[in-house]
């Protein structure tokens, strides 16, 4: 599976619900994501594709649904373990 990312932080308001504001200086990659991946696997490809140095980051992998887009109240999906990676 193709995954198209972006690095970027989350905002969340009242009035606008939840947005997700991209890195533009960083631009988006697409990953691929496999059967196998596992979330060690999938943080290490963003870390190199993206130039991220770990020791220096909490990297904080996360998405929103496309049936939740549409909907303010809905907060990003958290990817944290391996179970979470495979039912992304």
């Known amino acids: ?23 533009k200086a960083k631009g988006g990659r697409l990953l691929n994501l496999d059967g196998s991946s596992t979330i060690e696997k ?6 190199d594709d993206f130039g991220i140095d770990l020791t220096l ?5 996360s998405y929103l649904p496309s049936e939740l887009i549409n ?6 999906v958290i990817i ?7 039912n992304f």
């Open 1 to 23: 599976m193709h995954i198209y990312s972006s690095c970027g932080l989350w905002n969340s308001s009242v009035r606008k619900g939840w947005s997700f504001l991209a890195d």
């Open 42 to 47: 999938l943080k290490l490809m963003v870390s």
């Open 57 to 61: 980051v909490n990297l904080e992998l």
């Open 71 to 76: 909907t303010l109240e809905s907060p990003p």
């Open 80 to 86: 944290s373990n391996d179970r979470q990676v495979k």
